[in-house]
Nanobody
Framework: QAQVVESGGGLVQPGGSLRLTCAAS????????MGWYRQAPVKDRTFVAR???????AYANSVQDRFVISRDNDKDRVSLQLNSLEPEDTAVYYC??????????WGQGTQVTVSS
């Protein structure tokens, strides 16, 4: 059974930075896209960023130029560098790994709180 585990959330002041990391268990056929979504209180889960196995990245307009997604294929890990954080970035951040064998698998989420 594949597992996806996030880490790195926490409390940060506006303008600060955090780095989220997601580790996915390895399978025979491997993983396609990996990425991040987030869910703020009483709101739907929304797309943040994704990265292909070849390193092509895509971002939501709201985080473009502030967040950077990166990937280590050797370790089946994806990271999200969050810069210039705003209170509106407060949410639970969820990582997913799109396994070629059985589709997207999600982590349990990590809380990011931006507050002074």
């Amino acid at each position: 059974q594949a597992q996806v585990v996030e880490s790195g959330g926490g409390l940060v002041q506006p303008g600060g930075s955090l780095r989220l990391t997601c580790a996915a268990s390895r399978t025979v056929q491997g993983i396609g896209d990996m990425g991040w979504y987030r869910q703020a209180p009483v709101k739907d889960r929304t797309f943040v960023a994704r990265i292909s196995r070849d390193g092509y990245a895509a971002y939501a307009n709201s985080v473009q130029d502030r967040f950077v997604i990166s990937r280590d294929n050797d370790k089946d890990r994806v990271s999200l560098q969050l810069n210039s954080l705003e209170p509106e970035d407060t949410a639970v951040y969820y990582c997913y790994a799109n396994y070629l064998e059985f589709g997207p698998q999600w982590g349990q989420g990590t809380q990011v709180t931006v507050s002074s």
